[in-house]
């Protein structure tokens, strides 16, 4: 072994025990160096650095016990296993198999000492803690108590590749590391002026091989920062890689005609703000581009980012392509089919609507007008890019209210328009504002325009948080406010995770609320209703026919009914704040003072109290967000798929958001100066992430 060797270098066949058989199991795992076995890190440690005594057990702990076997017996409860009672003296334990052979039984005779390691399940009166599969092992009397290991790691294994294995191809990593290999040191010069941070060696020997069961504070150790801040680096160098990758792609070029667009603006019946000028400016620069646009459109709910989304569209059509739009629900997407057809129809553009419940002989005509071009703008929940859907011409795809969908999602759709080397322009729009240190990871791929302004004429809401007792005081103050012609929303959480339930709850609702006020017309809409029917309610309301609407959360997303100035939320401590936001937009969009109630049930959990006072301390977006961040965790704001997306070894978004401006600095240090680091940057902390496969 040359004692010079780098082991990124060096294939991990070169290691004991490795052979093309092994290898190949290993790249599963992405590791493909010696050094990738470095990096592949633990995500949990067992401690059998001491005994622990039956009767000091916790359910839930994983620990190594010794005990004499009282009793072995098989029993046949629903399948064949074998139950063997031990005991210690301070307690009793059963140890419970389902695979064991003969000898294995006949070896487990009355009275014989065990040493045994595994995870203790509950605890039960009649046969005391159970642990299922237990590591063990037979010894004698004497040797009670002799134990010679310590922690040891576990790590992501895979199929044909034990722990065992990875701990002595980590041994002898480490053991070439003694005698003077290296590994490439990919941190760029501007993080290493950051005090304390230790070499990496040492970095990485902590983590495999700790001194001590890890507390909760341990990432603070700078052996741990410095792993972080190489993760979350890569993870940002990684996004702008993708965005080059993109930027270096072609796409059609929209030459604008501003009488049309005139046409259209003279027709919307209000002045766009300022906030949306600029962001249309930034929109059309991008269009007229010969690169794909890749932008976030991020504007507060009822801020006006549909009528943007449209002049984009015209700008599309006008060129001769077609514009996708995607909604996350059917309801919101046949809102926006009314307001295109209603904004672009008049100058002679198609608009149909795609979504999954329409009849299939429906559905038939209108795959045939998109694949014959007839169709212009298709809008559409995600049966928009089922496989039968071909698009003649796809300019420009545009995604409302991306938070529901996922990285994923997002860059499978710019696949499916892609057409002679030509791929379609993207804008991406959200009303979750993205708290700037997030966006700069798991958004970096786009670039940003921000509506800042609301159009004018809009009321603050008041909120008020009130405990569900106190309900005779809503219905008297609906009561009065329907008398002053309001309309009021009345929405129903979800209270377990069922759909169903939901719709129960908001049907009793609807009920109670027409005892209660008999003389009012209440309307009720929830997501297991068709399609026709959550339209005809909608009208019903928007026409005033109906004064108040009682809804399950689905008109969380988009729902627009300006002369609506009340709502009450029922069950509002089990949502977070980002919905608890979005349907508070639904109120205040009319010149009338609005209101938002949220009812809670008593006892209310400190992390619920605060969202509650936090609701009703600001209505602004950004302050809610970076709250609910705080609260909930990165995971959450991202989209439930997009958190799978940004899973890491060692880095934490929020524990260390701290980190993140030392990170961005870090990355353009290494753009300017140091590109020969983003490669194995990359490779050693994304190679097994499917997402980056595809850059
Ligand atoms: P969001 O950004 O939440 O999607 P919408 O696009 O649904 O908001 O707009 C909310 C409401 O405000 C709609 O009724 C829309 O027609 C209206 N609107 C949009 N821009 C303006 C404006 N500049 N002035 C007045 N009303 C506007
Ligand atoms: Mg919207």
Redesign the pocket.
């Known amino acids: 072994m040359d004692a010079s060797s780098c082991l990124d270098e060096l294939p991990i066949t070169h290691l004991k025990g490795v052979g093309e058989k092994v290898a190949e199991k290993l790249t599963n795992l992405g590791i493909s160096s010696v050094a990738d076995v470095l990096f592949h890190l633990p995500f949990r440690y067992e401690d059998r650095s001491r005994l622990v005594a039956i009767g000091e057990m916790r359910a839930g702990e994983s620990c190594l016990f010794e005990g004499q076997v009282e009793l072995a017996e098989v029993v046949f409860r629903g399948r064949r296993s074998m139950l063997v009672r031990v005991s210690d003296g301070t307690g009793f334990i059963t140890l419970r198999f389902f695979h064991f052979s003969n000898s294995q039984k006949q070896a487990l005779k009355r009275g014989q000492w065990l040493r045994c390691f595994g995870e203790i399940k509950a605890y039960n009166k009649s046969q005391g803690f159970d642990v299922v599969h237990p590591e063990y092992k037979l010894i004698a009397e004497t040797q009670r108590g002799e134990i010679n290991e310590g922690l040891s790691a576990v790590y992501p294994a895979t199929e044909g590749v034990q722990q065992a294995t990875l701990r002595k191809l980590i041994k002898q990593a480490f053991v070439l590391l003694e005698q003077g290999a290296s590994v490439r040191d990919c941190l760029p010069v501007s993080a290493r002026a950051v005090k304390n941070l230790p070499e990496l060696i040492d970095s990485l020997q902590q983590l495999h091989y700790p001194q001590k069961m890890p507390t909760a504070e341990v990432h603070e150790s700078p052996a741990f920062q410095r792993l972080i801040i190489e993760e979350l680096l890569a993870n940002h160098l990684s996004m702008s890689r993708l965005k080059d990758g993109v930027k270096k792609q072609n796409a059609p070029i929209f030459k604008s005609s501003d009488s049309l667009q005139k046409q259209f603006l003279g027709s919307l019946g209000f002045e766009l703000t300022n906030a949306q000028q600029r962001v249309i400016k930034e929109i059309t620069s991008d269009l007229i581009s010969a690169h794909p646009m890749q932008r976030l459109l991020q504007g507060d709910v009822g801020s006006g980012?549909?009528v943007v989304a449209a002049c984009a569209a015209l700008l599309a059509t006008q060129a001769g392509y077609q514009v996708a739009l995607m909604a996350p629900t059917e309801l919101l997407a046949e809102q926006h089919v009314r307001n295109f057809a209603a904004w672009l129809e008049p100058l002679g553009i198609q608009v149909d609507c795609l979504v999954g419940r329409q009849k299939a002989a429906v559905q038939k005509v209108i795959v045939e007008d998109i694949r014959e071009g007839r169709s212009q703008v298709i809008i559409g929940t995600h049966a928009l890019f089922q496989e039968a859907v071909v698009f003649a011409k796809l300019g420009l795809v545009i995604i409302?209210?991306q938070h529901r969908f996922g990285v994923h999602q997002r860059l499978a759709l710019r696949d499916k328009g892609a057409l002679n080397g030509m791929s379609p322009h993207q804008l991406v729009?959200t009303?979750t504002p993205i708290p700037r240190t997030l966006a700069m990871l798991g958004y970096a791929d786009l670039d940003l325009s921000i509506i800042n302004e609301l159009p004018p004429g809009r009321t603050p809401v008041t909120t008020t948080v009130l405990s569900i007792e106190k309900r005779p005081l809503i219905i008297e103050r609906i009561q009065q406010g329907v008398e002053d012609g309001r309309q009021v929303y009345w929405v129903c959480t979800l209270i377990e995770e069922s759909e169903v339930l939901q719709c129960q709850a908001a049907e009793v609702a609807a009920q109670l609320l027409k005892e209660l006020l008999p003389h009012v017309k209440v309307g009720l809409l929830h997501g297991r209703m068709k399609a026709e029917e959550k339209h005809h309610v909608m009208q019903q309301f928007k026409e005033m026919k109906l004064q108040i609407l009682v809804a399950t959360t689905v008109i969380e997303?988009?729902v627009d009914v300006p002369n609506a100035s009340l709502m009450v939320i029922e069950n509002a401590e089990r949502l977070g704040l980002a919905q608890l936001h979005q349907l508070r937009g639904r109120v205040g969009r009319g010149e009338r003072d609005s209101h938002c109630v949220l009812l809670y049930k008593a006892p209310l959990s400190k992390n619920a109290n605060e969202r509650l006072s936090i609701m009703r301390a600001t209505s602004d977006g950004f302050k809610i967000a970076e709250k609910d961040m705080e609260l909930r965790g990165p995971g959450e704001l991202l989209g439930k798929r997009q958190a799978g997306f940004m899973r890491f070894k060692v880095a934490d978004l929020v524990r260390d958001a701290a980190l993140l401006d030392l990170v961005a600095r870090c990355a353009d240090d290494v753009l300017q100066h140091q590109l020969e680091l983003i490669e194995p940057l990359i490779h050693r902390w994304l190679a097994n992430s499917v997402e980056y496969a595809h850059v």
């Open positions: 980012k549909t409302d209210e729009m009303a997303v988009g």
